[in-house]
Structures are given as C-alpha cells and as structure tokens.
C-alpha cells in the first residue's frame, strides 16, 4: 500500500513477514525533506532516492 501526503510517503508491505518470531506488516514513511528524487521508469515502478 502506498500513502502520498503532502508531507511524506508511507509504504507498507501487502503480505505479512516474520520477524522475530512475529507475524507483521512492514511500513516505512519516507519525509518529503529526505526524499532527493523519485522517478517512474517505463514498467510504472517507482523509485526514490533518499
């Protein structure tokens, strides 16, 4: 799943993963002022840089 706010990202995971014995879904929130670039390459996948 991917969340665009006006000022961050927040992505996370569609399946489950285990970690430390735990089931969990992985999320992640990248800040707009971290974010150095973003670009849409030809299969429609996006790429940020950090």
Known sequence: MLQVGPNAI???SAEKSKV???QVLLNDVYYASE???VI???TDWY???T
Do not use: S
Request: charged share 20%; net charge negative; with cysteine.
């Open 10 to 12: 927040q992505i996370t």
């Open 47 to 49: 790429t940020c840089t």
């Open 20 to 22: 430390l014995g735990h």
């Open 40 to 42: 849409l390459d030809i």
């Open 35 to 37: 974010i150095e670039e």
